[in-house]
């Protein structure tokens, strides 16, 4: 199986602060992976490192074979993200935003592709209607229509559903597995829904101090650990790490 | 380098400034005023005084010249400020968009909003008060490149400087040319400034384009060496901003400022 994405001994110190701690894992084509952890667990430092805007202390990314620190344009084009935490700007139309990314991410047809994904994320009546004036959950489908303007390889996302009401989500999550199986794509996912995890990821990473602490899948992960939801297991990892810490080669 | 990209950043600009009068009016409309003010106060220099020259092209075209310098520099500061009004920081930079395709989007703004400025300015001052470039012969190509490569560089540094020290920064860029104006010689020879100043004005690329524009009215010539050395300096002043924000950007990068620029710092 080929990798998409492919992080070694990955590590960010901000000041004396270790905020991620020797962090390697793979995904590979069409494989969801989940990025669990609490808050201040290093889930969207690495996701920055990787998306190349916070250069790593130490440690190598490679996205299908280009390292982000020396083929940085080549490997971006072959990525791309969301996050509840970058919304498009508010004061340029749906379409706009969608043509403005296209031409930075140099895609083909580009006309042909903003109407394809506005039909596909339901964002037709919105096509002429500023970002700003979007309801949460309107503005997450935007920034989801903009992470797939460029059919990408790797897709990043960061509590890609956070905003949106559970029947939105549920049709979200469908695309993005729909996305991930149909073509040659990994997905970095990090969220806090255990349920969403549960259900979306092939397998999972639970990060906690800025490691790694545990990793497989979501589905019979707690049971290996003696417990009996992912929740329980992520507030086990949350509230003691330390008891974990090893088990994660 | 992919052009497509630069022009994503022009057409960004292009998109807010459609549907923005706010954003189109001070292209013109301050540049406007100068040149309505400085028309009637060169009209009425030219009524009282003796002198040998008319005031319009002296100070009329200085002010118009140096309301162009203006334009472009704002035009660029203007197309970076967007992103850190919006905060598109993470997703500008988290493209394939390269640090010289950012800036050369940046220039292609400066040009398209300087050049709207300064037909406007052109038109008024031409059909109003009656000034004319011809006056200048093909001098003027020189005295619009100079301070237009003058202006991108200051624009640059002035984004620079406002990507490392926060959004809060903006209020020191806009003083920038008020500050320089009386070093660069608008409106009157360098000799008349004490000498610590005049070492300062021949670092200043615009110097050279007002001395040469007051020796033209006078009946003299331009100093093709001066117009050199002023487009030369130019020339390294780019340079020098281009590799200020290059500093600056992975400064950013390496401390995590480009995903947090609302925070201002990461201390």
């Known amino acids: 199986m080929q990798h998409v994405l492919s992080v070694k001994n990955l590590c960010k110190t901000y000041g004396g602060k270790i905020a991620v701690d020797k962090v390697s894992f793979k995904v590979s084509q069409n494989e969801i992976v989940g990025l669990l952890g609490p808050n201040g667990a290093g889930k969207t430092t690495t996701i920055n490192m990787i998306l190349g805007v916070l250069e790593p202390n130490a440690g190598t990314i490679t996205i299908e074979g280009h390292d982000i620190a020396t083929q940085r344009p080549a490997a971006l084009e072959r990525t791309n993200f969301a996050a509840v935490y970058a919304p498009l700007p508010g004061n340029l139309t749906v379409c706009q935003n969608l043509r403005i990314f296209g031409l930075l991410y140099g895609v083909k047809n580009l006309s042909a592709r903003i109407s394809a994904l506005l039909g596909e994320f339901n964002l037709g009546e919105f096509r002429d209607k500023k970002c700003g004036v979007l309801s949460s959950g309107e503005q997450t489908r935007v920034c989801l229509a903009k992470a797939m303007l460029n059919n990408p390889h790797l897709l990043l996302l960061d509590e890609p559903t956070a905003s949106l009401d559970p029947a939105v989500a549920k049709d979200i999550r469908a695309r993005i597995r729909e996305f991930a199986a149909k073509g040659t794509a990994g997905v970095l996912w990090a969220s806090h829904n255990m349920y969403e995890v549960e259900e979306v990821c092939d397998r999972v990473l639970f990060i906690a101090s800025g490691k790694i602490l545990l990793q497989g899948d979501p589905k019979t992960l707690p049971r290996r650990h003696g417990k009996k939801t992912l929740e329980e297991l992520f507030i086990a990892v949350a509230r003691e790490p330390l008891t974990l810490e090893g088990e994660f080669p | ?267």
């Open chain 2, 1 to 267: 380098m992919n052009p497509g990209r630069s022009w994503a950043i022009m057409l960004r600009q292009f998109y807010l400034m459609r549907g923005s009068l706010s954003r189109v009016l001070p292209l013109f409309i301050w540049a406007a005023v100068d040149i309505v003010l400085w028309g009637f106060i060169t009209r009425y220099l030219d009524a009282v005084s003796s002198a040998s020259f008319t005031f319009v092209p002296v100070f009329l075209g200085a002010v118009l010249l140096w309301d162009f310098f203006i334009r472009v520099m704002q035009g660029v500061t203007m197309a970076f400020f967007e992103d850190v009004w919006s905060r598109n920081f993470l997703n500008i930079f988290a493209t394939p968009l390269s640090l010289p395709e950012y800036l050369g989007g940046l220039v292609i703004t400066g040009i398209a909003t300087s050049a709207i400025g300064l037909l406007a300015m052109v038109a008024l001052a031409t059909t109003v008060f009656g000034l004319s470039f011809l006056m200048y012969g093909l001098l003027l190509i020189p005295f619009i490149l100079v301070l237009f490569l003058f202006g991108i560089a200051l624009g640059i540094l002035a984004s620079a400087m406002v990507l490392r020290l926060g959004p809060a920064a903006e209020w020191f860029v806009w003083p920038i040319p008020a500050l320089i104006s009386p070093f660069a010689g608008v409106f009157y020879p360098i000799s008349t400034l004490p000498q610590w100043m005049q070492v300062i004005s021949h670092l200043l690329p615009p110097s050279y384009i007002f001395e040469s524009i007051r020796a033209i009215v006078s009946g003299g010539a331009a100093s093709g060496m001066g117009l050199l050395w002023g487009g030369c300096l130019a020339v390294l002043y780019i340079l020098a901003a281009c590799w200020a924000f290059a500093r600056v950007y992975r400064h950013a990068v390496r401390t995590g400022l480009i995903a947090r620029y609302s925070a201002e710092s990461v201390s």
